[in-house]
Nanobody, 121 residues
Framework: QVQLVESGGGLVQAGGSLRLSCKDS?????????MGWFRQAPGKEREFVGR????????YFADSVKGRFAIFRDNAKATVYLQMNSLKPEDTAIYYC?????????????WGQGTQVTVSS
C-alpha cells in the first residue's frame, strides 16, 4: 500500500523558492510508481502541476509552472520533490502529491494529505 506524506510548505515572498517533499512509507518499491504533483487554490478545482516517470528520466509540467518548477525523485529514499522557483502569488494553493500504480500510466491511485503554500506579494 502507498502512504504519501507531503512536507515543506509554508509562507514565502513572491520571487522566492520552496522545495516540497513527498515521502512514501509503503512497502512497495517507490520506483514502481509514476508520481505527480497537483494543487488546489481556494475556490478553484484541483489542477495538475507536474509528473515524473518511474525512473525519473522524464518530467511533464503544466504551462503555468514550466520553467519555474522542477520535479526530481530519490527512489532509494522513497521521496519525490517539487522545487518551486520564482514563485508568484497565484501559486498559492494546497499542494498534493499522488502516485500511479497503473502501467502504462493512466491515472493516480493514491494521494497525500497536502501541504499549504502561500506566496505573498
Amino acid at each position: 500500500q502507498v502512504q504519501l506524506v507531503e512536507s515543506g510548505g509554508g509562507l514565502v515572498q513572491a520571487g522566492g523558492s520552496l522545495r516540497l517533499s513527498c515521502k512514501d512509507s509503503g512497502r512497495t518499491p517507490f520506483s514502481a510508481y509514476d508520481m505527480g504533483w497537483f494543487r488546489q487554490a481556494p475556490g478553484k478545482e484541483r489542477e495538475f502541476v507536474g509528473r515524473i516517470t518511474r525512473s525519473g528520466s522524464t518530467t511533464y509540467f503544466a504551462d503555468s509552472v514550466k520553467g519555474r518548477f522542477a520535479i526530481f525523485r530519490d527512489n532509494a529514499k522513497a521521496t519525490v520533490y517539487l522545487q518551486m522557483n520564482s514563485l508568484k502569488p497565484e501559486d498559492t494553493a494546497i499542494y498534493y502529491c499522488a502516485a500511479s500504480t497503473t502501467v502504462p500510466f493512466t491515472k493516480y491511485d493514491y494521494w497525500g494529505q497536502g501541504t499549504q503554500v502561500t506566496v505573498s506579494s
